[in-house]
């Protein structure tokens, strides 16, 4: 890749006046965050999720025409079938699952809907929504560089000029600030972890630290080592906790939920992804607190997760991009949020630590969990500092994860709750980033209307 210094200096300068306005002024820092999600994302979180709904649809359909067997590159994939779902699953939505899959249900029955409703709105949350930003940056990525041989696509596409700089300043920011919220993520649980099985209370900035330093030596080791092998851990420590979590709460429930509630939450997709709570002030705030917070946040991750899933997709068909990226993540999503949602009301579970005390009494659950996260985070904060670095300079990889660390160290000293600060962070950061993403996804249809007509001018000059 090309040296881009001058862009990386941007964007550096752009994450330390970040850390340093929430450092110095957190009152106004949160105020502000708070005034533009209720302001912007409110009033026009659509702009988020219709694109997401639009791009599962087009694709659903490209699937099952002759263009789901369009290549991206030339020869076989670089990686196995299940080593590459397992770098999707641990670098897409991990941790994330993880951590909310108990937590999403909860928030929403105690707000006083109904289970099958709070396992609904999680659906639509962390479903195709989610996964369908993911596979339309994939796409576009993997495209531009496989079969249009173009370097830098978040640049090239847009000329390389003033403005496609300033748009490549903020998706490396966004990505600074999404993995930020993983670090948080990871910290409590593990800090919990430290003081149950070894009785020591480590501070969180300790914890981030400690963090970073695990994901400077994935890194270190290189793609087909690192987080290769780390993802596929990932993937069977996660497939053993959710299997643990079925076997020993109410399994036929857990079933009989997600078969009944799967067609439903298909048939109200639609609905629920292009929501925009017409006539109900109420309903419209809730959307902005979660449904478009969400999808803002989505768009935080796209760029980070989907030019890692271009990476590693490699000699990979528009149709496996389809099935693996979107709708084998999403279904398995639906799965998880049932088995941990219904495990953890009935278990009375406030978090996905609480559910493996109460399941089991000598630990090995609560062990396997600590463990599952600290992989989790190392993966994700891998891939994306080699995002960064991809979309920057050379060799910056571990500048960007410490670069992560600072920002998460500066936020959890803000009071409050965490994961709704930085998630109101993440949201407020997406909508420069969203415009951003429409202006790629335009460039990008452009340079292949424009590729499509030069090889028609070709083919008729030659007959």
Excluded at 7 to 28: E, R
Excluded at 65 to 80: A, H
Excluded at 282 to 305: I, N, Q, S
């Amino acid at each position: 890749m090309n040296q881009n210094i001058t862009t990386s200096v941007a964007t550096v300068a752009t994450v330390i006046a970040l850390i340093s306005f929430a450092a110095l002024a957190p009152g106004p820092f949160q105020t502000l965050l708070d005034a533009i999600k209720v302001n912007v994302i409110g009033n026009f979180g659509f702009i988020f999720t219709y694109p997401a709904f639009a791009a599962s649809i087009v694709f659903t359909v490209l699937m099952f025409t002759p263009l789901g067997r369009l290549r991206f590159g030339q020869g076989d994939p670089e990686f196995s079938t299940l080593a590459w779902l397992g770098m999707l699953f641990a670098t897409g939505m991990g941790i994330g699952l993880v951590t909310w899959g108990v937590l999403e249900p909860r928030y929403h029955v105690d707000a006083g809907h109904s289970t099958d409703q709070a396992l609904l709105y999680a659906f639509n949350h962390w479903g195709l929504l989610a996964w369908a930003g993911y596979l339309a940056i994939g796409v576009i990525f993997a495209h531009a560089m496989y079969n249009l041989n173009i370097d830098k696509p978040a640049e090239t596409l847009l000329g390389g000029g003033f403005l496609s700089k300033l748009n490549l300043v903020s998706l490396v920011v966004s990505t600074v600030i999404g993995l930020s919220l993983t670090f948080s993520y990871a910290t409590d649980p593990l800090k919990q972890s430290l003081e149950q099985f070894f009785g020591i209370d480590a501070s969180p900035t300790l914890i981030i630290l400690v963090l970073s330093l695990f994901a400077i030596a994935s890194s270190a080791s290189g793609l087909q080592r690192g987080i290769k092998w780390l993802s596929n851990y990932n993937t069977l420590f996660a497939l053993f906790l959710m299997v643990s979590v079925f076997v020993l709460t109410s399994p036929l429930d857990i079933l009989g939920t997600f078969t009944r509630l799967l067609p439903e939450y298909l048939v109200k997709y639609p609905a629920m992804a292009t929501d925009i709570g017409l006539g109900d002030p109420e309903h419209k705030a809730w959307l902005a607190d979660w449904l478009y917070a969400f999808e803002a946040a989505w768009y935080g991750w796209f760029v980070f997760t989907g030019v890692f899933i271009a990476r590693i997709s490699k000699g990979r068909t528009l149709r496996q991009l389809v099935l693996g990226v979107m709708l084998v993540p999403s279904l398995f999503s639906c799965l998880w949020f049932t088995t941990f949602g219904l495990g953890g009301l009935e278990t009375g579970s406030e978090d996905v630590f609480a559910l493996m005390a109460t399941l089991d009494s000598h630990g090995v659950l609560s062990a396997v969990l600590a463990l599952n996260i600290l992989l989790f985070f190392v993966t994700s904060a891998d891939s994306a500092g080699l995002v960064c670095e991809m979309l920057t300079v050379r060799r910056s990889r571990a500048f960007w994860i410490v670069a992560m660390a600072a920002l998460a160290v500066v936020i959890n000293w803000l009071e409050g709750d965490i994961f709704k600060v930085i998630l109101t962070l993440i949201s407020v950061a997406a909508v420069p980033v969203a415009f951003g993403i429409f202006a790629l996804v335009a460039a990008f249809l452009v340079r292949i209307r424009g590729r499509h007509d030069d090889l028609s001018d070709r083919q008729g000059q030659d007959s």
